[in-house]
Each structure stands twice: as C-alpha cells, then as structure tokens.
C-alpha cells in the first residue's frame, strides 16, 4: 500500500529535506517516526529536494506500508509525535505507481523579501531583509524575461550534476503581500540553488547595478560567474505541487 503525504515545516533547524550524513534533515525525521507507528523500515520519497533552512507549506511524499496498516490515522499519529516544525496536513491512499517526484506537473515556489530600513525580530528566519532602495518594476521586467524554455545555467549551483540545465518557466513574477515584495515562480522542476540565484541577480536589477540587457545577457551567457550572488535560504518557500 501506498501513500501520500502533504507536509508543512520551517526549515531553520535542518539540513534540507534529504537525508545526509552531517545534520538532521526533515526526511530523516519523518522516517523516524513513521518507523516508530509502522514497527518497520520505511523509506520516504519527496517530491521536492528543498535546501538547509528553506521552508515548505506543500511539500510532497510518498512511502509504501503494509495492507494491513488501512486503518491508521496517519495524519493524528504522525503530528502527535513530530516535532512542531514539522506537520502532516493530509495522507492518502494512492495507487502504486504514484511517484511523488516523476508524477509532478509543476512546483510553485515563493521567495519573501522585507525590504525595509530595519529588519524583523518575528520574521527573521522567514524573509531576507533587503533596506536597499529597488526599483520593482525594472525587477518585474525583468523577471518576465525566465518565462518559457531557457538554459538556466547561469542560475545553477554549484556540484551538481544534472544532464540538463534547460527548464521551463511557466509563471513567474513580484507581488506585494503586506510588508513583504515576493517573487514567486512555477515550472515542472529547478536547478540546484536556481531560484536564490534568479532572486539574488533580480534584486542587482532592482538596485541598478544590472540592467534588462545585462540581465538578459546573464541568462544567455550560460556562466554562473556572470550572475549576482545567491540569495540566502530563510525566504524560500515551496508552495505547491500539482499533479
């Protein structure tokens, strides 16, 4: 039997979602736990390869148990025994060649940034703090230049080892939500670091150090070196995950 699982967590206290052999990661945790409510080893699968600190309201897993375990609540059993950064919000039965990585269609991910002169004692691991002056226009210009199928490769991290650096972007833009500017940003998959890397070069657009031929330039160029520095991992979000 299959299932899957909707998962929330603040991503502060851990190394990413994967499991790694320096630091507690949230994959691990789960796995743990269910281990703990199955009586067996469980391995869990994510949807979603999210970085030490950054933040989730909808990532996806999936796990196999026993047919014999139809009646857990899995839901009330996983909460009551994880920690409080970490919370299941649903868990379905699907069927067998569910994959919560391959089936996924797209991924919405959003990066908070409070741009004001001074920064946020509640928020801080939440939101990057940015007190420059930005011209959000020039950043939302910008931004509409990532829409479509490009080569990302200026925006990849470093040590990774994909085949491919080509992506498409299917929506991507800035928004105001109450004190914070927030880009947010769909396709089917990203590159390592892709979306800080994309933020930290915008917010160079946004204080004049770039401008929409240089930004465009960066894109074609297909050098990292080229591109501004990677924003830091508190203000990314993964929002969503359609099938």
Known sequence: MKIRLTIEYEGTNYQGWQSQNNGQTIQEKIEETLEKILKN??????ASRTDSGVHARGQVAHFECFPTSPNINFVLALNSLLPRDIRVHDATKVSDDFHAQFNAQSKTYAYYILNRA???????NFCYWVPDKLDISLMQLAGALLRGV??????????????????????????????????????????KHMIRNIVGTLLEVGRGRFNL?????????????????TAP???????????
């Open 41 to 46: 080893k469980v391995s869990l699968m994510g």
């Open 233 to 243: 991992p508190q203000g990314l979000f993964l929002e969503r995950i359609v099938y």
């Open 118 to 124: 001074l920064p946020s004692a509640v928020s801080r």
């Open 213 to 229: 031929v240089e930004f465009q330039d960066i894109l074609d160029a297909k050098d990292r070196t080229r591109a501004g520095p």
């Open 150 to 191: 490009h080569d990302f490769k200026s925006f990849q991290g470093s040590k990774s080892s994909v085949k491919s650096t080509v992506r498409e972007v299917y929506e991507c833009g800035w928004y105001e939500e109450g004190e914070f500017i927030v880009f947010r940003i769909k396709a089917k998959g990203f590159l």
